[in-house]
């Protein structure tokens, strides 16, 4: 099983500007995972997008992936400040269920 | 909304001594992990049970990590004796069964080693 790599590590931001970050992992995938997980809590499942898929939206977030380059990236718009906290990414290989989680993006929306 | 249950929310515990963590995953969920997040990590699987049965184990620590699931329901995390690189939050998560993706975690255990 593969572990996906988050991209950056940390990012600041006002309130209103948009928020991007990138996952990046090495081998072929069935699905990716996107969670996030406000701090000293447990992570809420965002969104997952198949591999035959190339991009998906649910509200403010839009996921693209591109299987091609091994890479995916969440988008939040109009970011909040409740939009705070860590984002991960687990890429899910064929055949497998298992999410293995990379160190993830932490994300500061600034009021 | 159901969601995962989990106690206690913090542990204080001396080095040597014995803890246990309880988890009461969404109703009808037939999976159930363990994961463990060290601070500035990502969750790290440790266990994953199917109803009753363990699934995967590969990343448990079986010298002194068990995991329990007896009836397919709630389950329990001991760890004996505890040592000082145990501090770390302790997650657990459940999904409607094998092959169904989305997983729901519960707030927590944040264990403190001393």
């Known amino acids: 099983s593969q572990q996906g790599e988050e991209d950056p590590q940390a990012l600041s931001i006002q309130e209103g500007e948009n928020a991007t970050m990138n996952c990046s992992y090495k081998?072929?995938?069935?699905?990716l995972q996107w969670y996030r997980q406000n701090s000293g809590r447990g992570l809420v499942h965002l969104i997952l997008?198949?591999?035959?898929?190339r991009e998906k939206h649910s509200g403010r977030l839009r996921v693209t992936l591109d299987t091609s380059k091994k890479s995916s990236s969440l988008l939040i718009t109009a970011s909040r400040a409740a939009d705070t906290a860590s984002y991960f990414c687990a890429p899910v290989e064929g055949g497998s269920e298992k999410l293995v989680f990379g160190k993830g993006t932490k994300l500061t929306v600034n009021p | 909304e159901a969601e995962v249950a989990q106690s206690p929310r913090y542990k204080i515990t001396e080095k040597s001594q014995a803890v246990a963590f309880w988890c009461d995953p969404i109703?009808?969920?037939?999976?159930l992990y363990w994961y463990r997040q060290i601070l500035g990590q990502g969750p790290e699987l440790l266990v994953q049970f199917q109803d009753e049965s363990v699934v995967d184990d590969s990343q448990l620590p079986k010298d002194r990590f068990s995991a329990e699931r007896l009836k397919g329901v709630d389950s329990t995390l001991k760890i004996q004796p505890a040592e000082l690189g145990d501090s770390a939050m302790y997650l657990c998560?459940?999904?409607?069964?094998?092959?169904?993706?989305?997983?729901?975690f519960g707030p927590g255990t944040r264990l403190l080693v001393l």
């Open positions: 109703s009808g969920h037939a999976t």
């Open positions: 081998t072929s995938i069935n699905n």
């Open positions: 997008i198949r591999s035959n898929e």
């Open positions: 998560a459940s999904s409607r069964g094998r092959g169904q993706e989305t997983q729901y």
